[in-house]
């Protein structure tokens, strides 16, 4: 009897599937066929990370708490776990810095601000909406409550010595008391910073002919034949480990060749942003003493207001990197490159511990940016509003991909289907 109980048990809650289920999850965020034997020990940080989100999906649940589940996966994951997703049916609360992830994903927002909660019906861009409707409300509440307050104090300060009056202005005096004041509408200030001007500029910043690319013995992309031409603006597309990061080090300078040839334009200037470089800032130093190493020769008060403009103010300028957040020190490695003013940034996953105001605020510097740029992000609305043009990075070539990320997700679904 106690077999037949485990059995059925086992039965109702589809035990019997559970490795292909838990194999599907693995392949929806990127881990290959081959890697799902691998022992955990042999994986990095990031791909951990994603094991830790698949045990989350994995488990039977009524509610699922995810703290930005996007933040270690590329595009076609995140487009994976939208789906996913969708197709849950308990309840899900998170965290993301990711609007489009947002919109896709849930149904409510709810607002931390001021120390208190505001419940929003709809998608991130309809709390956008709503939440600026609400506060010209409020400033508008507050701005009428002002005039009456106004008015009651100067009737107070005209009559309170008077005889005759003194009883209403002792009387407006406490209704003035008892008032429940309207807080001024308060929103915070936009974080906002822009790329300074090139300094010089050629038709041709970089160019490579039928180049191999790859890691000691090991070639990850196979006749690679690119140019960055000025005013490109360049959008990396392609699975985790398809070669993205690799490509951009080449460009960078990082990784020779293996074969073929790699030129750089005399006046190229490159500005490269990668998260290995925050690891690279010395943790016992502050933003102040890394700028005055990229600026040597530039006055300590001229690096302070520059260094405010990304938020680094008053005590900030002092504070040493080590107990910064991920956020702090990708605005720092920013700040550092923007100075140089180069001609050609490389951004590798420049946003992934950024929040949404300053998302949106190297969104509008890189729209003003006149040089050429190539990035590497899942954060598609940075993607979309940045880029111009595709290059799609897919079993060892780098190759124009002519259309727009619904095209992409397209793509990918009909090459899932054709190698399943």
Request: proline share 2%; glycine share 8%.
């Amino acid at each position: 009897m106690e077999m037949a109980r485990i059995y059925d048990e086992f039965a109702r809650i589809d035990a019997y599937s559970a490795e292909a289920r838990a194999a599907d999850l693995l392949v929806g965020l990127g881990f290959a066929h081959e890697a799902h034997g691998r022992p955990v020990s042999s994986f990095s940080g990031g791909w951990r990370m994603r094991l830790n989100l698949a045990r989350a999906l994995m488990c039977r649940s009524d509610l699922l708490l995810l703290d930005e589940p996007t933040n270690h996966l590329d595009v076609e994951a995140i487009m994976w776990l939208e789906e996913w997703l969708q197709a849950y049916e308990g309840t899900v609360l998170l965290i993301s810095h990711d609007r489009n992830f947002l919109d896709a994903t849930v149904g409510r927002i709810l607002e931390v601000a001021g120390q208190a909660l505001t419940l929003y019906t709809g998608t991130y861009t309809d709390y956008e909406r709503q939440r600026a409707e609400r506060l010209m409300q409020q400033q508008a509440m507050f701005e009428k409550q002002q005039r009456q307050i106004a008015h009651i104090e100067s009737y107070i300060n005209r009559f309170r010595a008077q005889a005759t009056k003194a009883r209403q202005a002792q009387s407006r005096i406490k209704a003035l008391a008892k008032l429940e004041r309207v807080a001024a509408a308060h929103v915070d200030t936009p974080f906002t910073f822009g790329f300074r001007e090139p300094e010089g500029m050629s038709s041709c910043l970089v160019e490579a002919d039928k180049v191999d690319v790859g890691y000691g013995d090991k070639t990850i992309l196979s006749r690679v034949s690119v140019r960055v031409t000025a005013g490109l603006r360049v959008g990396l597309l392609g699975r985790n480990g398809a070669g993205k990061s690799t490509l951009v080090k080449l460009i960078a300078g990082e990784i020779g060749a293996q074969k073929g040839e790699l030129t750089h334009d005399k006046r190229t200037k490159i500005g490269y942003f990668a998260q290995h470089q925050l690891e690279m800032l010395r943790p016992d130093q502050s933003p102040l003493w890394h700028m005055a190493q990229t600026a040597p020769t530039t006055r300590e008060q001229e690096l302070r207001t520059y260094l405010g403009g990304f938020d680094f103010t008053h005590q900030k300028v002092f504070q040493e990197t080590g107990t910064m957040s991920g956020g702090e020190k990708s605005r720092l490695v920013l700040a550092m490159l923007i100075w140089n003013r180069p001609n050609l940034l490389l951004l590798d996953e420049p946003t992934n511990h950024l929040d949404l105001e300053v998302r949106a605020a190297l969104t509008l510097a890189l729209q003003d940016f006149t040089g050429s740029v190539v990035l590497v992000s899942h954060d598609r609305a940075l993607i979309e509003t940045v880029v111009d043009r595709y290059w799609l990075i897919d079993k060892g070539k780098v190759g124009v991909f002519d259309g727009d990320l619904e095209d992409y997700r397209k793509y990918r679904q009909q090459a899932d289907r054709e190698a399943a």
